[in-house]
């Protein structure tokens, strides 16, 4: 069963545009959601995390918005660049239960056209 | 400082050989984590520690034998592994569990 969706395998944008990857989630006790970026034979990097109280936390070009009714996430990427090209992980831990584990998607594959 | 090392950095092993894959944090993280990844695939946790104690071990073959000698350091002793387990091994830390974690470079190991 998985609890975190990320139902795009791949997005294919242009550069100065915005990169938008989205995320479902089937876990209601979920409470802490993260996304990470991985270039290939790298270990994945943290890049954003928003808590269930919020639904929007920006960092430079990251935003991530949270939608708790519809089990919904997104992380905007404003403007995308080239070295965005990347595959982007979305995780939720449900924090406040004690959870000591990160869920993961299976990925989305950004490629930012010059 | 949000520096993750791990050693080595590739690895070919033979079946009925004892390696050990080493990970280094010093960011005062008392979380710290092992996982595997194969190719397009999501890191799939293998073990937690948390304060210097095992808390999850998901299933892992007795193969994998991991050790937290002190809050800094977590090894993963490997031995007589099939070329199944051949996979990029990550290690990651984090201030707790169920935070943020940082991920390492990883170990690409390769079972002949």
């Known amino acids: 069963d998985q609890q975190v969706k990320q139902n795009s395998p791949s997005l294919s944008v242009q550069e100065g545009r915005i990169s938008i990857l989205n995320c479902d989630y089937t876990?209601?006790?979920?409470?802490?959601f993260l996304w990470y970026k991985k270039y290939p034979a790298e270990g994945p990097t943290f890049l954003i995390s928003?808590?269930?109280?919020?639904d929007k936390n920006e960092d430079g070009r990251f935003t991530v918005f949270l939608n708790k009714s519809a089990k919904h996430l997104s992380l905007h990427i404003v403007p995308s660049q080239p070295g965005d090209s990347a595959v982007y992980f979305c995780?939720?831990?449900?924090?406040?239960?004690?959870?000591?584990?990160?869920?993961f998607g299976k990925g989305t594959k950004l490629t930012v056209n010059p | 400082d949000t520096e993750v090392t791990q050693t080595p950095k590739h690895l070919v092993m033979g079946m009925t050989n004892k390696k050990s894959l080493k990970c280094e944090q010093h960011?005062?993280?008392?979380?710290m984590y092992w996982y595997k990844q194969k190719a397009k695939k999501p890191p799939e946790l293998m073990f937690v520690?948390?304060?210097?104690?095992?808390?999850i071990n998901e299933s892992v073959p007795s193969r994998f034998s991991p050790e937290c000698p002190n809050s800094s350091l977590l090894n993963l002793h490997l031995h007589a592994l099939q070329p199944e387990d051949s996979a990029l091994y990550l290690c990651a830390s984090s201030q707790r569990t169920g935070e943020e974690q940082y991920f390492g470079p990883g170990t690409r190991l390769t079972v002949t």
């Open positions: 960011m005062g993280h008392r979380a």
């Open positions: 520690y948390s304060y210097e104690k095992l808390s």
């Open positions: 928003i808590s269930s109280i919020k």
């Open positions: 876990n209601s006790m979920f409470d802490y």
């Open positions: 995780a939720a831990s449900d924090r406040q239960g004690g959870s000591e584990k990160l869920v």
